[in-house]
């Protein structure tokens, strides 16, 4: 009989996947941490090694076109988390920056701020066969959210995608192998008990206009990380020594149906406003209740003429003919400088 035919099997559904704020970078933060999660989440890519191996042809006499040896070179570790419908504003964090709370009973606001400096997390992963048995436990550490998106469509929820999460290092349960610690253990998290934001609860408002007939949205988040291989004590596992943010971009891409001719007059200002160029401030908004919404405003500030002061910028807003259509819509690419996220909920801390 084949090894394994008619046994137990790793199961796609039974397994763990939770997260802890690092206090220095790259340094798992221990198991009892390890108790936050980031939503419902169905799938997720993650950041197992991914080894350069440099094959050389050269040296052999009998390789017959074959590569004679190769090399191991770098060793990226880089993760995506999809389709994560969000329960409360927690992840939205890290993509930006930095998290303050106020309020001593329910509800809570929590503002996030941009910083120069993102948060570093570490990530743990656990799977089960069928029989409930833990098969294998991965923390993943030093991890920052390189590129994200924030959005919803008609007849879903609202919803987040970190698109790149890259790590500098890694650990597991597998004893004896390379990378194994005898403190990575299985992780208890926190479960939410929170019902997720439907597309239905959103607006948006472009330039003080609330526009009643959106049919979806997506702002792009892009923190252009580098990575940085310095000459260390681990040079030997050729994993990154650090990421380093680059420049930060923000992105919005949204359909809109439309009624009147307000979005062409924005295209054709190109961001000037009585001779004045500065663009506009877009409001995105998810409210389930007056104590329970999460509020996106690009930028956070009046927008104002100059540098550091300019809000949002259509690119492009094409009003096309649409005879098959029963409502004229226009897709909007809007390009943003800065970004203010506010939440208010019942939860007393963000990590």
């Not at 890694?170 to 997720?196: C, F, K, M, N, R």
């Not at 680059?246 to 009624?259: F, K, N, P, Q, V």
Request: aromatic share 12%; with cysteine.
């Amino acid at each position: 009989m084949p090894v394994g035919q008619g046994g137990t099997v790793i199961r796609g559904e039974t397994w763990k996947l939770g997260y802890a704020i690092e206090t220095t970078y790259g340094t798992d933060p221990g198991t009892a941490n390890y108790t936050n999660m980031f939503g419902v989440v169905q799938t997720a890519t993650l950041p197992d090694p991914v080894i350069d191996f440099m094959p050389l042809w050269m040296l052999g006499n009998a390789s017959k076109r074959n590569w004679y040896i190769t090399y191991k070179g770098r060793i990226a570790l880089a993760a995506s988390i999809p389709d994560i419908w969000l329960l409360d504003g927690r992840p939205l964090r890290f993509p930006i920056g930095t998290v303050s709370t106020m309020g001593s009973s329910p509800p809570y606001t929590h503002t996030i701020s941009e910083a120069f400096t993102l948060s570093s997390i570490a990530l743990h992963a656990t799977l089960y066969d069928s029989d409930g048995t833990v098969k294998l436990n991965r923390r993943f550490l030093g991890g920052k959210v390189g590129r994200a998106s924030i959005s919803g469509a008609e007849n879903d929820f609202l919803k987040m995608s970190f698109d790149e999460v890259q790590f500098i290092n890694l650990a597991h349960d597998q004893s004896g192998e390379p990378y194994y610690s005898a403190t990575v253990a299985d992780i208890s998290p926190t479960y939410p008990t929170t019902e997720p934001y439907l597309f239905s609860y959103g607006s948006l408002s472009l330039a003080g206009t609330e526009f009643a007939r959106i049919r979806n949205f997506r702002l792009d988040i892009s923190n252009n990380l580098e990575p940085k291989y310095y000459i260390t004590d681990n040079a030997i596992y050729q994993l990154p020594y650090e990421y380093r943010e680059g420049r930060r971009e923000y992105t919005l891409a949204t359909t809109i149906d439309i009624e009147d001719a307000s979005l062409f007059k924005e295209l054709v200002r190109q961001g000037t406003y009585s001779s004045i160029y500065k663009g506009f401030q877009v409001i995105i908004q998810f409210t389930k209740s007056a104590d329970d919404y999460i509020k996106l405003t690009i930028p956070s500030s009046t927008p104002s003429a100059g540098g550091d002061a300019m809000g949002c910028l259509i690119r492009t807003a094409p009003h096309n003919i649409m005879s098959t259509e029963a409502i004229v819509n226009v897709p909007l690419t809007i390009i943003g400088r800065a970004l203010g996220i506010e939440v208010k909920d019942s939860l007393a801390t963000y990590p």
